[in-house]
């Protein structure tokens, strides 16, 4: 008659939780990876831990290469850092920037990218992220409607309710053309012009800076 031991039992237990444990660290490799952004090798596993927790959902074999966040669990995280603000067109944007291969989720390595630039990047890093989230197409340039949403985005975000008054919002991106646009390139805003333009503004600048 075949049979089990109750110490085999115990022990396979022992190995599969081992096993478990092992397939939730990071290894070496992907740290050295991960520590060029600015958080610490304890800060990354305790980043990476929550990660596998909230995007494993309970998965006995969640890792670094199986847990993924989801478009909305992305924009319930960013709701948590401006929970009076409505973040979710801004986010959502932020998200496709980020899903590198389109399949509709970030994987660890590519949320601590976003992460790094929004908690310890600086206000250049931060300027810089957000003409990219504008310019979606990757033409190099923003223009009048892309700053128009980018008011509107950011306005949400901040609490401000500009629908009453809509023309003031319009005024204001007409007004942030002409001063952008001083190389005359025909209302289209580059990269450098843009972030030198609201370094030295400083209204603007912390309308911008959205993730202090």
């Known amino acids: 008659m075949m049979g089990c031991s109750l110490s ?22 992907q740290i050295e990876q991960l520590l060029k952004t600015r958080f ?59 899903d590198l291969n389109g399949d509709g989720s970030i994987d660890f390595m590519e949320f601590m990218h976003a992460v790094n630039i929004i908690r310890r990047g600086d206000l250049i890093e931060k ?8 310019d979606s197409n990757q033409d190099g340039y923003i223009d009048r409607l892309k700053l128009v949403k980018m008011m509107e985005a950011l306005y949400n975000i901040k609490g401000i309710n500009y629908k009453d008054n809509y023309n003031v919002l319009l005024r204001k991106v007409d007004s942030l053309i002409t001063r952008f646009d001083t190389d005359k390139e025909g209302g289209r805003i580059l990269r450098y012009k843009f972030i030198e333009s609201c370094m030295n503004d400083n209204a603007l600048r912390d309308l911008l800076n959205v993730y202090k």
């Open 127 to 134: 300027l810089s992220l957000i003409f990219s989230l504008l």
């Open 40 to 98: 610490s090798r304890s800060e990354i596993n305790d980043w990476y831990h929550a990660f596998i927790e909230k995007c494993g959902a309970g998965s006995k074999t969640s890792s670094f290469l199986t847990a993924h966040l989801n478009k909305q669990l992305f924009i319930d995280y960013f709701t948590q850092l401006h929970p009076n603000g409505d973040v979710i067109r801004l986010t959502e944007t932020f998200f496709r920037t980020y």
């Open 8 to 29: 085999s039992i115990n022990s396979r237990k022992k190995n599969q939780i081992s096993n478990h444990i092992s397939q939730q660290q990071l290894n070496d490799e």
